[in-house]
């Protein structure tokens, strides 16, 4: 197999994220590649390897898959990658998605646990509070667009006019928007040239409350008077109601969404959702569920978890605009919140005070950090980290508090899996998972995970008695004894390394050291790269550096 090779095959299964799998008979391997899916025949080209699996490109879509039972609804489709499996039922899209946690999840857990089934989104389009379009061209010097990127491309912008994520209103101010720059010719920023005006249009909408805050983001580049864009705007025919039109100024190299500057045109910079009776104050870049409806589902899923938390602390981390904790906090004595960005901080207190909840605490700061500086201890911990999970220095941290309960609230499974992994070795069990699909259409999910702390069966008292003569245990005895038991010094992979090196003369990889303690059912997490490297296709270690490894194991009394 190699660079450049065209094959064709079907889609057998999409693993997360996006991944199709295409068994390649002649070469007996597995090559993956993106944005199909499952049962389409299709045609790609070999474009990469990684970890020296090859990696395809999607060229043709030659036979349409069985799973495929619907005509797009999006004039986009398939040229966007923003919504690709809108030509599946939503029931085989959800069973799609359960099968991925299945095979992501099933290895990690230790011992049995239970499964809920996805739980479905109330709505399955027109679902999305917040988009960020795009300004650009669909094609070199083309006019301009706006809208969302072409799939695989960085740089061409489809117009999204008609998309089926977002409440109509945002598709007519989309175009409203749209017509006006073209009608002046007005310039689009180029991430290459850093040249421009336009660079985004930030849309939020309360799905609850019609309130809309319309952003547009351009660089300081160029003078525009906006005021008959503003007026435009809020003569639109809308279901809902204009409540802020924003000018923010960005002038950032990076192609994100980001405030040098936030000129107030109309109105106000915020707007208010509600959920589950209570009411949230959201700006531009606060951080709120994008699917009001299935976030609903989502916090009585994790009050349903967390359970009986009457006269309880409860510590909600990564806790944004606070909402889970607010959710939490009229069943609970105190509910403590952590995030690190300011701004979703100010919100939550403010959204805090506005629901009448004295019994919350919101405090901006790291994770990692501010836990040293709480003085209050959890009774339960809720977990709502980014994307990228927890950060290993930060997990230690909140494991040392020994909570009898962790719910764990994930929307990229791949970073649950690793941080369950270290959960379960400081002694949490997981008692049942579920998912929320507050991403129809797309290939994300959010993963809803309930632990437990292992607790003793039964416990013995014994009674013992120190001094002379027979049953008792001599006193002069307990300090050889304590030093008998003293703790071994941590042995860690660079000292196992250098041992190898230096009495055998060749190298040992990390991951083969995790391998071999995972055979012996030794924990491998002295190194936080060990895990992840494991479930990396590799090679695996010879039997010669096998056994080099058990040596230097043996020669620090691990085994």
């Known amino acids: 197999m190699k660079k450049g090779q065209i094959y064709e095959g079907i889609i057998e299964r999409v693993d997360f994220p996006n991944k199709g799998m295409i068994y390649i008979p002649e070469e007996e391997k597995y090559v993956t590649v993106k944005n199909g899916i499952p049962g389409q025949k299709v045609r790609f080209m070999i474009n990469k390897f990684k970890r020296g699996n090859g990696e395809g490109r999607l060229l043709e879509v030659l036979e349409k898959s069985p799973l495929e039972t619907r005509e797009p609804v999006c004039s986009i489709f398939p040229a966007c990658g923003g919504c690709m499996y809108q030509t599946m039922s939503y029931e085989e899209q959800v069973k799609m998605k359960e099968g991925q946690i299945h095979r992501i999840m099933d290895p990690v857990v230790k011992g049995d646990y239970i499964f809920e089934s996805v739980k479905e989104s109330p709505k399955e389009f027109h679902y999305r509070n917040k988009m960020e379009f795009s300004f650009g061209d669909e094609y070199k010097d083309g006019p301009l667009s706006l809208g969302l990127h072409k799939k695989g491309s960085t740089y061409d912008v489809l117009t999204a006019a008609d998309c089926q994520l977002v409440h109509r209103d945002m598709n007519q101010i989309l175009s409203c928007v749209l017509a006006y720059f073209r009608k002046w010719n007005v310039s689009y920023y180029k991430k290459m040239q850093h040249t421009g005006y336009l660079r985004h249009l930030l849309l939020r909408r309360g799905d609850t409350t019609g309130e809309i805050l319309v952003n547009l983001v351009t660089t300081t580049q160029e003078e525009h008077d906006l005021t ?45 959702e509600k959920l589950l009776g209570l009411q949230f104050k959201i700006t531009p870049f606060s951080f709120f569920q994008p699917n009001s409806r299935g976030a609903e589902v989502l916090y009585e899923t994790v009050r349903e978890y967390i359970g009986d938390i009457e006269n309880k602390t409860v510590f909600d981390l990564f806790s944004g605009t606070g909402t889970i904790g607010q959710v939490l906090a009229p069943v609970a004595k105190k509910v403590i919140g952590v995030e690190i960005i300011e701004e979703a901080v100010e919100a939550a207190k403010e959204n805090a005070l506005r629901n009448g909840l004295s019994n919350c605490k919101f405090i901006a700061g790291d994770v990692f950090k501010v ?12 977990l709502d ?33 690793r941080d369950l992994e270290m959960m ?30 292992k607790k003793a069966d039964s416990y013995i008292h014994i009674d013992v008695e120190f001094g002379e003569g027979e049953g008792k245990i001599p006193v002069d005895s307990i300090a050889k004894r304590a030093e008998a038991y003293k703790p071994k010094e941590k042995v860690t992979y660079k ?14 990889h990390t991951a083969y050291i995790a391998e071999v303690k995972r055979n012996l059912g030794l924990p491998m997490y002295d190194a936080p790269n060990a895990v992840e490297e494991l479930k990396q296709p590799r090679k695996h270690p010879t039997p ?13 009394a691990v085994i």
Do not use: W
């Not at 941290?397 to 994930?410: A, M, N, P, Q, T």
């Not at 579920?434 to 309930?450: I, N, P, R």
């Open 228 to 272: 008959e864009l503003k007026e435009q705007l809020l003569e639109l025919p809308l279901e809902g109601k204009i409540v802020g039109i924003l000018h923010i100024l960005n002038d950032s190299l990076s192609d994100v969404v980001k405030s040098d500057e936030t000129r107030i045109l109309y109105g106000q910079d915020f707007f208010y």
């Open 371 to 382: 836990l040293d500086e709480i003085e209050e201890k959890p009774d339960v911990i809720v």
């Open 385 to 417: 980290p980014p994307r990228d999970g927890i950060h290993p220095k930060a997990l230690p941290k909140i494991l040392e508090y020994g909570v009898d309960r962790i719910v764990y609230i994930s929307c990229k499974m791949t970073s649950l899996a």
């Open 424 to 453: 379960q070795m400081a002694g949490y069990r997981v008692e049942k998972m579920t998912a929320v699909d507050q991403f129809c259409e797309t290939v994300h999910v959010e993963t809803v995970v309930l632990l437990s702390h």
């Open 495 to 508: 000292m196992i390394k250098e041992y190898i090196e230096a009495k055998y003369g060749f190298k040992v």
């Open 544 to 556: 010669e550096k096998v056994e080099a490894i058990k040596d230097a194991l043996r020669y620090f």
